[in-house]
Each structure stands twice: as C-alpha cells, then as structure tokens.
C-alpha cells in the first residue's frame, strides 16, 4: 500500500500535513468549542493543549493533518489516518473541525478527501471509532455509508476519567458511493 502522507485538496477543504508552524492556529481553533472537549479522549484546551499534541507525537502509527477552509485560508482543526497496517484497514479519527464549518458540508468533503486517498493508496477497509455520547460524530459517519459494527464496551478512559463505550464504524471500499 501506497504512503497515505501529502497534501490532499479540493476547492473547499486543505489537508496539509500536520507541522509545527500549525501548532498556534489549531490552538485557537481548538478553543473556539470549549464543550467538546468533554466527549474527546484528551483536551486540547489551555495548558493541556501542549501535553496532548505531545502525546500525538509519540504516536508514529499516525498520518497527521491540519484542516484548512480554502475559502477563508484559516486552520479550522485537525484530523488523522490512524494505524494503517498491511491488510489494507486504516482508521480515520482523532477529528476536530471549528463550530463555524460544522453542518456546512466541509466535514463531509474532508473525508471524502480522505476515504478517497486511502482507497486510492490500496486501502480496502475504512473505520471509524466514536464515543458513544458523540451523537453528531456517530450520523455524520453513517452518512458516509459506513456501517456500526458493534461498540467496545467501557474500553477507554477519557481525560476527565469518564469511561467511555467506543462504536465502531466500516466502511469497505465497494460500499464507498463519493
């Protein structure tokens, strides 16, 4: 399978690889949602903003990407492909976008950038894994046309110790309609 890193682009959505000149403006983001920081497994609010991006960095399984809104040249979050591995499945996740792009249409075109350079690369298999009290995370998935397989049960502890139940979501490549 093909390397999943580099620019993805459309008219509308900018996935450039996560750098460090994009440290301060996915801080900003991060701190215009101060309540969704709540359902993420890690906060990347305030002084935990630094001690998060820290933690993603000791993960090398992760392709990391800035979000970029092409119409305003703004860093609206971050998103990531997570643990791709030989048998062609790779996890989309790790996903914040700002509240002013949310229920416009961009996440969807965000990840159909994605689904789409995953599928392009010689990936088979797409999942998501979604808190179960992430409703609006959970519906934009199945509007991907990904499927809930099951949910992982109290598998995870969050930053604020709550312990979440995971949903796991697939998407195969000949289910993907664009």
Same mark, same amino acid.
Request: glycine share 10%; with cysteine.
């Given at each position: 399978m093909a390397d999943l890193g580099g620019l993805l682009e459309d008219s509308v959505v900018r996935l450039e690889p996560l750098a460090e000149h994009h440290l301060e403006p996915l801080r900003e983001a991060c701190a215009l949602d101060t309540?969704?920081?709540?359902?993420?497994?890690?906060?990347?609010?305030g002084d935990d903003f630094d001690a998060a991006i820290a933690q993603f960095h000791d993960t090398s399984n992760w392709v990391r990407y800035a979000v970029i809104d092409v119409a305003s040249s703004q860093?609206? +979050?971050m998103t990531n492909f997570i643990n791709p591995d030989a048998f062609g499945a790779v996890e989309i996740g790790g996903t914040y976008i700002?509240?002013?792009?949310r229920a416009t249409g961009f996440n969807r075109r965000m990840k159909a950038l994605m689904i789409d350079h995953a599928f392009?690369?010689?990936y088979r298999r797409i999942e998501f894994r979604v808190d179960t009290?992430?409703?609006r995370s959970m519906a934009a998935v199945e509007k991907l +046309?990904?499927?809930?397989?099951g949910t992982l049960r109290r598998n995870r502890v969050t930053w604020t110790g709550y312990i979440r139940d995971t949903a796991i979501f697939g998407l195969l490549q000949e289910e993907w309609a664009g």
């Open positions: 309540q969704i920081w709540e359902i993420y497994p890690v906060n990347m609010m860093l609206v +979050g700002a509240p002013a792009v392009a690369c010689g009290r992430n409703t +046309g990904a499927k809930r397989e």
